[in-house]
């Protein structure tokens, strides 16, 4: 299947899925959250590796999603949300993530489920859920206070604050730090992908279903659920509307 949000390439027994909007910063919308959940799927019997084309790991959610989306109904916006949390949550294979640059919002909470995260030195993580009027998603309510502690996960859901690649290996957020860049960085995490592509697949296999075992993986939908819900009521309420138009007239203004 031909996609254009994203590029997916098969080498060495590894699939490379890149977000491909590097013009939008790969920033999300409908069309690339479809293609992951599509290449997900079709990708479960690979490993996978995760990362972006250009500068940008992703800058999130793109903004025009929320200017197209119907006032009232946010019942589609609410499934694909919940579907593509969800190709992650019960992908049955290693995902080896290389954030390759900045990663905002979305790109930053869906790390937590991928298996091994390795950042370059220009790579940083940043959720402006609250400048955004929004709340926590992608499990990151439950993620991130587990892998950092209550209070560095506040930092950066509630405050917002922005974790350098530095900051966010100290909380737990990446595996390692490279030095290397573009190509080179990418080629290093390919490296690592490959080794673990290597290995008795069934082994490997039944050893992440070990870890993420049942109980787990229903922990992790029910609180996908809550969020969205929340998230459902959020992208309606006029706070959030007027933080998107004041953010939007801000970027606008800066760019003239």
């Not at 027994?13 to 409908?30: D, E, M, T, Y």
């Not at 019997?45 to 500068?55: I, P, R, V, Y």
């Not at 008795?200 to 819900?229: F, T, W, Y």
């Not at 959030?240 to 004041?246: D, E, P, Y």
Request: aromatic share 8%; glycine share 6%; hydrophobic share 45%.
């Amino acid at each position: 299947m031909g996609f254009t949000a994203i590029t997916t390439e098969v080498k060495e027994g590894v699939l490379i899925l890149r977000l491909n909007r590097p013009s939008r910063k790969n920033a999300f919308n409908h069309e690339q959250y479809e293609e992951c959940i599509v290449a997900l799927a079709q990708a479960a019997k690979d490993e996978n590796l995760f990362t972006g084309a250009g500068d940008y790991f992703s800058s999130g959610n793109d903004l025009a999603n929320f200017l197209r989306a119907d006032s009232t109904d946010t019942t589609p916006a609410k499934d694909l949300l919940t579907r593509f949390v969800n190709a992650f949550i019960l992908f049955p294979k290693p995902i080896v993530a290389a954030v390759n640059g900045p990663a905002v919002g979305i790109a930053a909470t869906i790390l937590g489920h991928c298996d091994l995260v390795y950042g370059s030195e220009t790579c940083s993580l940043h959720t402006p859920f609250m400048q955004l009027a929004q709340s926590p998603e992608a499990c990151s309510s439950l993620l991130f206070p587990e892998s950092m502690g209550a209070l560095k996960a506040n930092e950066m859901l509630l405050l917002g604050k922005k974790f350098s690649a530095r900051e966010a290996l100290k909380a737990n957020l990446l595996n390692e730090v490279f030095t290397e860049k573009g190509d080179q960085f990418t080629e290093k995490v390919f490296a690592i992908a490959r080794q673990l592509a290597s290995y008795p697949p069934e082994a490997v296999q039944l050893s992440k279903r070990l870890i993420r075992n049942n109980r787990r993986l229903a922990l992790l939908d029910a609180v996908n659920k809550e969020e969205v819900e929340l998230l459902g009521e959020r992208w309606v309420s006029a706070e959030c509307i007027q933080a998107v138009m004041n953010f939007m007239s801000r970027r606008q203004k800066a760019s003239l």
